[in-house]
């Protein structure tokens, strides 16, 4: 594995190639990650390192997994052809060679992967944080789009998800809690990079299952999320029969927003119960 520098911890980058799929790269803390992270649209691993640099402080090895076409993985000429499905796939690969994992956490786009994720391999638990909810993104995103309607519309007929965060004021209304500072909004566009329109598409149509999880769930979701509604977060997690964990003060950018321990400190304590009784 290749050191990326990172510190602390010590972060490696580790590769998981099959033959005829693009490469995936994995950032890891430690050698036998427990939990694997699933970024959201137009994100990467990297939004996962001050987290995975906290649960490492508090003894708990984790990896974050860049889906194919973004970040360090491979696939980005391609990356239009993806669908959901394709990313879930991409998640199976990163298990295989990850066998100590038992806990997926997934953010936005990437929680609607690890639902279907949940129904298809046996996970001690799930972990969804301002996830794509049950009833698919359809309802919020019409709501997104009458907020702002042009922002909308050129994204739609450059069919970009990139577009949507050009301008810092539309960028932190869909995006962040009133209170978070400028800097970290700029800091997150500068990095947003392009998402495959055909994937984000079908968050309004691949639906998942929750009877067909295999594991425990957890809803995580910012108290101020406009992207993902109170409403859609309840509706997710009274299908999968539990409490929504609301976090004061963050929006949809949990990742971004929440601190580092305190969101450690929430997701140890959500999965502990699961881990303990080797689920």
């Not at 939990?35 to 640099?53: D, K, N, R, S, Y």
């Not at 601190?259 to 080797?278: C, F, K, N, Q, Y």
Request: charged letters at 25%; hydrophobic letters at 40%; glycine letters at 6%.
């Amino acid at each position: 594995m290749r050191p990326l520098s990172v510190s602390p911890p010590v972060f490696s980058i580790r590769s998981v190639e099959s033959k005829g799929m693009p490469r995936l790269e994995v950032t890891m803390s430690g050698d036998d990650p427990i939990v694997l992270f699933v970024h959201g649209c137009t994100e990467t691993a990297e939004i996962w390192l001050p987290l995975m640099q906290a649960l490492s402080c508090s003894g708990l090895s984790s990896a974050a997994l860049d889906l194919r076409g973004h970040g360090r993985s491979c696939g980005r000429d391609s990356i239009q052809e993806a669908g959901i499905q394709d990313y879930v796939q991409d998640v199976e690969r990163a298990l295989e060679v990850l066998p100590s994992v038992r806990v997926v956490v997934g953010h936005s786009m990437g929680g609607l992967v690890t639902q279907l994720l949940a129904a298809r391999v046996k996970l001690a638990h799930a972990v969804l944080i301002a996830s794509s909810p049950v009833a698919g993104m359809k309802a919020d995103g019409m709501r997104m789009a009458r907020r702002h309607p042009w922002t909308f519309l050129m994204s739609s007929l450059r069919r970009s998800f990139k577009r949507l965060y050009l301008n810092e004021r539309v960028t932190k209304s869909l995006l962040f809690h009133s209170k978070t500072s400028s800097e970290t909004v700029r800091k997150f566009m500068a990095k947003v990079q392009e998402d495959s329109w055909r994937a984000g598409n079908e968050m309004n149509t691949l639906l998942p299952d929750p009877g067909a999880a295999r594991c425990r769930v957890t809803v995580i979701a910012g108290s101020d999320d406009f992207m993902v509604s109170r409403a859609s977060s309840e509706r997710t997690a009274a299908a999968y029969r539990t409490k929504v964990i609301y976090i004061d003060g963050c929006a949809h950018m949990v990742p971004i927003e929440c601190d580092p321990s305190e969101l450690s400190r929430i997701t140890m304590d959500a999965v502990s119960g699961s881990l303990h009784r080797g689920d």
